[in-house]
Each structure stands twice: as C-alpha cells, then as structure tokens.
C-alpha cells in the first residue's frame, strides 16, 4: 500500500511539474540583433507590445548588438528551445551572413535557427542626392557605361543588403562601379546628399522621412510592395529587367522548438499582423505588413541564400 502510495505521489508531483512547465510559464525574452530607434527595433517592440496580453506573460525586447546581428542569433540558438526565447529575426543575420566566404560563425542560423514566421517586408528603393542630374536607374546605367569605374555607391557594410543590390545592379547591367562600405546608413547618406557617393539602394523604411521632405531624391523601387508608399516611382526592372531586392522582419526560434509552440507562436503573430492598429504602425516606418507561416519563412530563407549565394560568387564578396 505505501508503495503504491509513493508512485502516485510520484505521479501527482510529475503532472504538476509538467503543468508548470507549459509555455508560456514565465516572461519571455525577444532578442533583437540592432540598436534601437530604427525601424526594425519599432516592428520588435510593436510585436512584443502586441501579443503579451495574447500569451499571457509579458514579452521584453532585448537588444543584443554586435557582429552582424550574430551576438543576439548566438544567444537564441543556445537557449532551451521551449518558446521562452526567441529571436526577432532579419533577411540579413539567417540568410546572408551564411552565404559569406571566410565567415567565422559562433552558429550557424541555417542549422542552428528555424523561422516561426515573418511579420512584414521591408522595401527598397535607389536613392540619390537631391540635387543629382540622375532622374532615373537608365541615366545610372548610361552613365555607368560612358565612365567605367568612376560612379560610387554606398552600403552600410560589406555583406548588408543594400551592398548585394548595388553587386546585383552592376551584374544585370554590365557595368563597373565601386562599392564604398560605411559602418551604418546614417554615414552612408550624409556622404551621398554631400556628393562624395553617386547613390545607394536603401531601406524605405529608414528614409521614407527623408524622401518625403526633399531630403533624398527616390528615382527607382526594388520591388512592387515599395510602390504602396511611392506609387508614381517606377520600380528598377523597368530599366533593369530581372532586378529585385528586398528583407524581412519575422521570428526565429532555436530548432527543436515543439510544434504546439510553433503553433502558438504562429498564431499570435498572424493575429498581431492582422491586427489594423499594427499594420498602421508598420506602414507608418515605411514596412509592408505580410505575414508567412513557419514553414512559408523557412522556404523563403532557403530561397534568399540560394539567390544570395550567387550574386556573392559572382561578386567575390568575402567577410571582412
């Protein structure tokens, strides 16, 4: 009789503790790899803001800097994969930075990460100075041909988007023009509206003010959702067939990640993309609300290195 006695006290204690133990038990921490105050960093908290109340426990932002957004990977992709820790994820730290020769990874996101789902598009467009005779990507490109190796563009670092768009506008057109890495946008467009940088392919979603005001001259778009901020700007193909360039804000957790948590995670991000007071925030930072499933995310990351590999290859782009 005590022995029975023991193993159902045994069992009492077993299906509390797993009780406690399901998600969500406890605050839960969304890693974000970037400084605050851009527009990733305001889509993070928004989410985080958002579905607190549908999970139950409140969600903090925590932004962890450094290498490339690989500091805040490294630290999701080690934590228990039970949902308490997930990473708010970019086109750039889960699908380019494995596609650099010679990069030194503490994880390997494509291993090591799995998407939950993605939370909006961030749109490009190509950018000048506001006094820039160019009035459009042809004008770039006839220039480019007339003085080979003369016109700059900028990036905010070697491997960043916007230096893979300038590598992709120079293989679809033919034409040589030097890429000038800086460390951030911010520098990047102070020497652009200065004059000391022919243009770059930027993120809307951080200069959509700028553009607004005169302060940069937008003459190209690099992808039709960039159109629903600037509607009358062509997009690049028109000049350069073939030419797209875009990223993305989602969520990625560390694999293994139960499927009923997948699930839940899934669930409050669809209801948050949908909700009208996030999609008015989003598109207010010049972001597209577009939400993908976990299995439509880790398609779209597959698709982005096999397209980012090549022009990488093509380009001999290498860590730096």
């Not at 951030?184 to 003010?209: C, K, M, Y």
């Not at 901020?229 to 875009?246: A, H, K, M, N």
Request: glycine share 10%.
């Amino acid at each position: 009789m005590r022995g029975f006695l023991r193993v159902a006290a045994a069992l009492v204690l077993l299906a509390a503790g797993t009780a406690r133990a399901e998600f969500p038990d406890r605050p839960v921490r969304m890693l974000y790899g970037f400084a605050p105050a851009g527009s990733g960093d305001i889509a993070a908290r928004l989410l985080a803001d958002t579905v607190s109340p549908m999970l139950g426990q409140r969600v903090i932002v925590e932004n962890r800097t450094g290498a490339n957004g690989m500091v805040a990977a490294e630290a999701a992709a080690t934590s228990p994969p039970d949902g308490h820790t997930v990473l708010f994820c970019t086109t750039g730290n889960m699908t380019i930075i494995t596609e650099l020769p010679d990069t030194r990874l503490p994880v390997n996101p494509a291993k090591d990460l799995m998407g939950i789902g993605m939370m909006a598009r961030t749109t490009f467009g190509l950018v000048v100075a506001p006094n820039s005779p160019w009035e459009g990507v042809r004008d770039i490109v006839k220039d480019a041909r007339r003085r080979p190796g003369q016109i700059s563009y900028a990036s905010p670092g070697v491997g960043s988007v916007q230096h893979l768009a300038g590598e992709l506008l120079k293989q679809k057109t033919g034409t040589d023009m030097i890429h000038v890495s800086y460390r951030g946008s911010q520098p990047a467009l102070l020497d652009l509206v200065s004059g000391r940088i022919g243009f770059t392919v930027t993120n809307l979603g951080d200069t959509i003010g700028q553009i607004r005001n005169g302060g940069l001259k937008l003459i190209g778009l690099g992808d039709p959702l960039a159109q629903t901020f600037f509607p009358e700007t062509p997009l690049i193909s028109r000049d350069v067939p073939g030419f797209e360039t875009y990223a993305w804000f989602g969520l990625c957790a560390p694999r293994g990640m139960p499927a009923n948590v997948v699930g839940q995670w899934e669930a409050a991000l669809r209801r948050a993309v949908e909700d009208p007071h996030v999609r008015d925030k989003l598109m207010e930072n010049g972001l597209v609300p577009s939400f993908a499933d976990s299995a439509g995310l880790n398609r779209l990351m597959e698709q982005n290195r096999a397209t980012f590999r090549e022009v990488i290859r093509a380009a001999n782009i290498r860590a730096q």
